[in-house]
């Protein structure tokens, strides 16, 4: 039984662990800048978000990914802060945020040539919404291009996306753009 069970964690060590030559762990940071689509996409038009991202090889064509970050929806009259000295600090206008943590696959099609699917969770960090669900599930797929420079251990991931947070009653979801800056490890 001993000898089966270290057989089986060899062989799924040696599947998840085994690289190409040239493929290697990366670390990557980026931003998104999104419009959103569904019901509410006339109260908060405008998504954004601030990603961090592991990405394991495979092979040099399929990366598990990891990631997590914040999110944002603005309302359609926008959003700022101020001081002055008659009311002091002060906020107008609607934010809502969320704590997206999810999990996926990469997969190089031709080239450089990338899609991407990732699902997991989304945490909603806002006190003041009673009908968003506090955690939701989120998908999101991407088609993208990854641009290297040079010979440097840096590249760039350039995307467009759709990501949809499936709530009970009111859905947050964004058609977007990402940039992401990868560090191979």
Do not use: C
């Not at 926008?78 to 934010?95: K, R």
């Not at 945020?97 to 990338?114: C, D, E, S």
């Amino acid at each position: 039984m001993q000898k089966k069970l270290l057989l089986i964690i060899t062989l799924i060590s040696t599947a998840f662990f085994a690289n190409a030559q040239d493929a290697k762990p990366q670390i990557s940071a980026g931003v998104t800048l999104g419009a959103a689509v569904g019901k509410l996409s006339s109260s908060y038009p405008v998504a954004s978000s601030v990603n961090v991202r592991y990405s394991h090889p495979i092979n040099d064509q399929l990366r598990i990914l990891a990631t997590t970050g914040f999110s944002s929806y603005v309302s359609s009259d926008g959003y700022y802060t101020g001081y002055d000295t008659y009311n002091g600090s002060f906020s107008a206008g609607s934010l809502v945020t969320f704590w997206p943590t999810q999990i996926g696959v990469k997969a190089y099609l031709v080239n450089r040539l990338f899609v991407q699917a990732d699902a997991g969770i989304s945490v909603n960090l806002n006190e003041y919404w009673d009908d968003i669900t506090k955690v939701a599930p989120l998908v999101s797929t991407s088609v993208g291009y990854t641009v290297p420079f040079g010979r440097s251990k840096w590249s760039l991931d350039l995307g467009l996306g759709y990501e949809n947070r499936i709530d009970k009653s009111v859905g947050f979801s964004q058609i977007k753009l990402g940039a992401l800056f990868n560090f191979d490890l």
